[in-house]
């Protein structure tokens, strides 16, 4: 139905930055939402932030001001800047898309890409 791959993660820095991208291809025109979900390990995976079909944003708190997630709509692709990164960003990083399949909201996730935060 809806494909995602991630591209983007890497290791930087504390203070530094890196942008996320997610390519979503399929039945795109049946997207409700997108989000990115980070995991570390033995942590449950957790959002992040999250932008609708209509271009609303929410995020968590502990990356309110730092993160800004956003979508291209001609390139149908959600991105997520990270910037001043903590430590405790670090994690797998996966995008998350909310899809009407048949009426019904679905959940299609990408294969994650690693975002470590280290000096």
């Known amino acids: 139905q809806v494909q995602l791959v991630e591209s983007g993660g890497g290791l930087v820095q504390p203070g530094g930055s890196l942008r996320l991208s997610c390519a979503a291809s399929?039945?795109?025109?049946?997207?409700?939402?997108m989000g990115w979900y980070r995991q570390a390990p033995g942590k449950q995976r957790a959002l992040v932030a999250s932008i609708t079909s209509g271009g609303t944003a929410s995020y968590v708190d502990s990356v309110k001001g730092r993160f800004t997630i956003s979508r291209d709509n001609a390139k149908n692709t959600v991105y997520l800047q990270m910037n001043s990164l903590k430590p405790e960003d670090a994690g797998v990083h996966y995008c998350?898309?909310?899809?009407?399949?048949?009426?019904?909201?679905?959940?299609?996730w990408g294969q994650g890409t690693q975002v470590t935060v280290s000096s």
């Open positions: 998350h898309a909310g899809v009407f399949v048949g009426g019904l909201l679905r959940d299609y």
């Open positions: 399929g039945s795109i025109f049946s997207i409700y939402a």
